[in-house]
């Protein structure tokens, strides 16, 4: 067991390793930093000096390894565009978009797994059929044009909630968050509803189909036979070995939750870090680019080991030995 | 206690109903182990199904009756069926792995069942199950029973499932194939433990099974099926040992005899292709291409190691040892068989042979020229063409998206034995016909092919290679008894017109009796024991032998086909 | 008849099924409007010459004050609907086609060499793959286009924009196909066939293409029509953020984008109809990726 999670450990730092490389690679070759960072009325002595300053004529493998100490220490480098401090920029940055993540992420699952499991049951139902139908729809609509739509009804035609920013936000600790007025969650609820949508399809028909695979097994068929409750059959039995596979894909979709919500925050203005990104990418502010990069990747990373343990926790055979 | 009657079963598709099973009539007393044997496709595993009322979707009764004591099985609600399942009624699956939830204990699986079944408290139950494990032969139950499935081994698994299909003391038990998953040595235990359970018990068993040797061994009473319909049935002496029906009669025939040798098997005439006695151009090509004399092979301290599984970032894992130390030498144009059960080993030692595995040390030699081992044999090596193989499972051995034209042509194409794409086609059919198929078969896939056929397929493929060493690993395994009689025969054939040596693997001692002039014993990656055939199976010298002589189900002498 | 049936399950399933009859009728309409565009549609909407401003506006035929000419009204522009949403869906396909076949290639040759060599060459690419997950789909199309910004002179910026949006989409699409492929090739190097191959001699590049290949097309042909859809909501999306095409060649998504600015005024249609076209597309080629994966996995019917 401690194998299995060191060799995931292992890994991920691989994995940090090679998205570092690349935002590093990016500063480095797109575009001339020192140009960037100077003005056309610096001389070529002054940018000579510069460049040897920030270490720029140092070795490749030398400049790397400051970039990847510098980023371990919190030191992002300073936006071209806005010159603050990169990690300033998206510390503000990360509240938002990880409140609007989570939320969508917790919509998606508490609608999206009873209904997976409703669906597998009753496969040929006349609701499945439309729930089915309904997902495909669902998973065919491009995120923005469902914030569109739900813009266009709630806040257009019906009034009823904000159509952009972040309403009402409380400052806890340097975190600025909206989950604690009503105004906040007014307007947390459009955009998280859009980015919800998707996966929520995704995360039915995934536990549709594995619930389904899990209840042709033997097991399964051997607990019928021996007269063991089918509620108990259904939620203890076939529902935590659905989990297993359920919460892998869980994991590698949160990653796409932190991505996709760059688009609902264009459509909803959301300040998240989304909505930085896509300014970085519109001026060119290679750092900004490079370090969202980082941190989306870190998150990734986080979720899929927390997803590792639970997984460990789930199901002895990685927990306890073979046999004995 | 059990009576069926007229019980058929059929399966809506959308080609019309499919009938599984008519006319099926049946009864099994308390206490009684009764025999259900038959052929895939004879629908036995339906009629299992059905008087448990677990019937695949969307199959459905048709008509008939089934009756347990008192009760009208078919006249029960979802609910009540759902209540005499494991209360009066329990199965046995096949696959012991499969058949318990990987993430709950023993004892979380066997308490809810219990306590599905009767009020008692949860220690209550728990004692219970202590007790029963312990009875059926699971020592220091009282610990073991906080472990999960995967902690134990397979036999002890199969006791697991046969005490969760018990533990509410059903009056019925049907066993579906409960012993085909497992090694001779298990299954023996568990067949004893069946016995046990129906004497002391007095459980009734529907023992389901297309194994002959175990309903001879257990059964009080057999019914024999074929085509979802009954043939014979009666007590177990009078059904194999007297035989009323020529369908029973055949499948006796078919059953290969442990206790000595038959030069063919006796099969019916219809499936009987015999030696082709007109010219035939595939044979005639295979003659003309022999310009060696046959060749033996010949091991000598042969090992195979795989790494180990990583546990700890700092060890290095230890090796596992697959074959160890194996010498042995295989006579020009003869067949040496060789025995094991599984994980002894046996395929590795193909794949070393083939070049599929690198072997860590040790030396192989074929004819005259040494073998070079996995990666370091070329591409172009001349044994590539001199060694073919012929696979356990006709199902996996055929490239599914290719013709059997195709097929059969790729050796002949590949070896660039015949440049002419018509002259390929030809000898590809007239190769059908030597293997007893219809030529007209070139243009069809596998998939329309039973696994006979389609093992003669790849019987006719290897010898489109012109091999002069064949291996042959588990060929029949995957075969029906009555299919495997043919497929043993056609080899032998063919072993004889040409000259072949034969290694030829399988964990059915009694096939390789009847297949192999010598024979060696694997057992964990050893050679236990190797010597004449004859002499091996009269005279077994090790210990391991012995015992696995003893286990293996066997008939009484009276009630075997006839020799010749 | 039967046997014939059997043979073509595939089809007698297709003739039974509605949902796909139709969302294949669809698909094939929009493909055949999308291919035909420069024939069927009454405007070029590229040539500033062919429309006219005066015609801007025009709701469509069956609303008060349209012209029955444009069928589905026109916009600000003066630009035909229908043949704003014919050429923009011409563009999507192209994009989302080539995207797709570039994923393909990439992606199956990776992951059938991969499922065939195994061991440290498999490693590699599997975890090649990983960092490609961990930055998701729309992540790598916004970067690479980022990337071609800052390297890319502005001046050839415009013309090569198709070509880096079809890489951007296809870059991050291959990874699908990888672990599909290699994860069939997996199941397929353990069956006997594959070891007849190797066994004889066969060179690797056949067993991989002759052998197995066509056994694991099943998969991969359910992977392609999902993934084709993905990449049309892909490229639409990049559009709608203004980092995709640009609003003088139009795709479906742009057209949303530039329909945007009329979501809050009377003109509905400027917005709502090239929506209803990409989702209908979609939907259409969703319904057929589900249908197809029936066909191929049963048991999951």
């Known amino acids: ?324 | ?564 | 008849m039967i046997a014939f049936l059997k043979r073509y399950e595939g089809l007698w399933l297709f003739v039974h099924s509605p949902a796909a009859m139709i969302a294949a009728l669809v698909a094939a309409l929009i493909l055949i409007g999308a291919v035909f565009a420069p024939w069927i549609a009454l405007v070029n909407p590229y040539d500033l010459a062919s429309f006219s401003l005066f015609d801007g506006l025009l709701p469509p035929a069956w609303e008060d004050g349209a012209n029955p000419k444009y069928l589905l009204g026109t916009d600000d522009q003066g630009r035909d609907m229908i043949s704003s949403i014919l050429y923009g869906a011409r563009l999507s396909l192209v994009i989302g086609i080539a995207a797709l076949t570039i994923a393909a290639v990439l992606g199956v040759g990776l992951g059938l060499a991969a499922g065939y060599y195994g061991g440290r060459f498999d490693a590699i690419i599997m975890r090649i793959a990983d960092v490609q997950l961990a930055l998701p789909a729309i992540l790598t199309a916004l970067l690479i286009d980022g990337i071609a910004r800052g390297i890319l002179p502005a001046a050839i910026q415009q013309d090569l924009r198709v070509a880096v949006l079809t890489l951007a989409i296809a870059l991050s699409l291959w990874v699908n196909f990888a672990r599909t492929a290699r994860a069939s090739t997996f199941v397929q190097m353990k069956k006997e066939y594959v070891q007849a191959a190797i066994m004889m001699g066969q060179r690797p590049s056949r067993v991989m293409f002759v052998h197995i290949l066509p056994n694991i097309l099943g998969p991969l042909l359910v992977i392609m029509t999902v993934d084709l859809a993905s990449a049309i909501l892909l490229e639409a999306t990049l559009s709608f953020l203004g980092i995709g095409l640009p609003a003088d060649s139009p795709s479906l998504g742009t057209l949303i984008r530039i329909g945007m600015q009329f979501l809050l005024s009377g003109e509905w249609w400027i917005l709502w109809i090239p929506t209803l076209f990409l989702v209908a597309l979609v939907v259409s080629i969703n319904i057929l990726g589900d249908f197809l994966r029936d066909v191929f996995n049963p048991r999951l019917r």
């Open chain 1, 1 to 324: 067991m401690a194998y299995f999670i060191l060799k995931r450990l292992i890994q991920s730092v691989f994995v940090m390793l090679a998205v570092a490389f690349l935002a590093f690679s990016l500063f480095r070759f797109v575009g001339d930093p020192i140009s960037q960072m100077t003005g056309v009325e610096t001389s070529v002595e002054d940018q000579e000096r510069l460049r040897d300053e920030l270490g720029l004529n140092d070795p490749f493998v030398y400049q790397f390894a400051r970039f990847t100490g510098d980023l371990l220490q919190g030191d992002f480098g300073f936006s071209y565009r806005t010159r603050q401090p990169v990690a300033e920029m998206i510390a503000t940055r990360i509240p938002a978009t990880l409140e609007l993540g989570v939320v969508a992420l917790i919509i998606s699952l508490v609608v999206g797994i009873p209904t997976g499991v409703y669906t597998a049951l009753r496969p040929r139902g006349i609701a499945t059929q439309a729930i089915l139908m309904t997902t495909l729809v669902g998973v065919s609509i491009p995120t923005f044009v469902i914030g569109i739509m739900l813009i266009f009804i709630f806040g257009v035609q019906l009034g009823w909630l904000p159509t952009f920013g972040r309403g009402g936000t409380v400052q806890i600790g340097g975190w600025e968050s909206s989950l604690f007025t009503i105004e906040g969650w007014r307007a947390l609820l459009l955009p998280a509803i859009t980015l919800g949508v998707y996966q929520l399809t995704l995360t039915m028909r995934l536990v549709r189909a594995e619930m389904m695979e899990v209840m042709r097994s033997d097991y399964i068929r051997f607990g019928m036979a021996r007269g063991v409750p089918m509620r108990r059959l259904h939620y203890k039995h076939a529902l935590a070995n659905t989990m297993v596979p359920v919460i892998t894909i869980i994991g590698l979709q949160f990653g796409g939750v932190i991505a996709f919500s760059i688009v609902t925050e264009s459509v909803f203005q959301w300040p998240g870090m989304g909505l930085l990104f896509l300014e970085s990418i519109r001026f060119v502010d290679i750092p900004v680019m490079g370090v969202y990069l980082v941190v989306i990747a870190f998150f990734f990373v986080l979720v899929n080991l927390i997803v590792d343990l639970l997984y460990v926790a789930i199901d002895p055979r990685l927990r306890v030995s073979d046999v004995t």
């Open chain 2, 1 to 564: 206690m059990l009576t069926i009657t007229d019980l058929a079963v059929k399966f809506p598709s959308r080609f019309g109903d499919f009938t599984a099973i008519e006319d099926v009539d049946m009864t099994i007393a308390p206490g009684e182990i009764h025999g259900l044997v038959g052929e895939s496709g004879a629908g036995k595993s339906t009629v299992g199904a059905a008087v448990i009322g677990l019937l695949q979707t969307p199959g459905y009764i048709a008509g008939g009756t089934l009756t347990l004591g008192d009760t009208d099985l078919r006249d029960l609600s979802d609910g009540q069926a759902h209540a005499i399942r494991g209360d009066r009624i329990s199965m046995i699956f096949q696959d012991p792995q499969t058949s318990l939830n990987p993430l709950m204990t023993i004892e979380d699986q066997l308490v809810e069942t219990i306590q599905a079944h009767s009020d008692v408290s949860h220690a209550a139950a728990l004692k219970r199950a202590v007790d029963l494990l312990e009875d059926i032969g699971i020592e220091n139950a009282a610990a073991r029973i906080k472990s999960y499935p995967h902690q134990f081994s397979g036999g002890m698994r199969q006791r697991v499932v046969i005490a969760l299909a018990i533990c509410t003391d059903p009056e019925l038990i049907i066993a579906d194939e409960p012993t085909t998953a497992l090694d001779v040595a298990v299954q023996s235990q568990v067949l004893d433990l069946i016995r046990r359970l129906a004497r002391d018990r007095k459980i009734a068993f529907m023992l389901i099974t297309h194994d002959i040797g175990v309903i001879a061994q257990v059964a009080d009473r057999v019914t024999v099926m074929r085509h979802g319909k009954v043939m014979e049935t009666g007590e177990t002496a009078q059904v194999l040992g007297a035989p009323r029906h020529p369908y029973t009669r055949a499948l006796m025939d078919a059953v290969p005899p442990l206790d000595r040798r038959i030069d063919r098997f006796r099969v019916p005439q219809e499936a009987d292709t015999g030696p082709i006695t007109q010219d035939n151009a595939a044979e005639a090509w295979l003659l003309e291409g022999i310009e060696q004399d046959p060749i033996g092979l010949s091991l000598s301290n042969l090992c195979v190691r795989f790494p180990g599984t990583r546990t700890s970032l700092w060890r290095k894992p230890d090796p596992y040892v697959a074959l160890h130390d194996i010498s042995f030498d295989i006579r020009p144009a003869s067949i040496m068989g060789l025995v094991g059960e599984s994980g002894s080993g046996k395929s590795t030692l193909a794949k070393a042979i083939t070049g599929l595995v690198t072997p860590s040390s040790g030396t192989m030699t074929l004819g005259d020229d040494t073998l070079p081992g996995g990666k370091s044999r070329s591409r172009h090596h001349p044994s590539r063409q001199l060694i073919q193989m012929v696979f356990q499972d006709p199902y996996s051995s055929l490239n599914s998206r290719q013709t059997i034209g195709a097929i059969l042509a790729e050796p002949l194409w590949f070896y660039g034995f015949t440049p002419d794409p018509s002259d390929r086609r030809r000898l590809a059919a007239s190769m059908l016909e030597l293997v007893g198929m219809a030529p007209d078969a070139i243009d069809k896939y596998p998939h329309q092919f039973s696994g006979g056929q389609r093992q003669r397929i790849a019987v006719a493929r290897t010898l489109l290679a012109r091999p002069r060493f064949l291996i042959c690993d588990e060929p029949t395994s995957a075969l029906d008894v009555s299919i495997q009689a043919e497929i043993l025969n056609l080899l032998k054939d063919l072993q004889a017109k040409f000259g072949l040596t034969i290694l030829f693997i399988s964990h059915n001692l009694a096939v390789v009796r009847q297949m192999a002039d010598d024979t060696a014993v694997l057992r964990n990656g050893r050679i236990e024991e190797i010597g004449s055939t004859e002499a091996l199976y009269a005279n077994p010298q090790a210990d391991y032998t012995r015992t696995l002589l003893s286990l293996t189900p066997v008939m009484p002498i009276s009630w075997q086909a006839p020799t010749g």
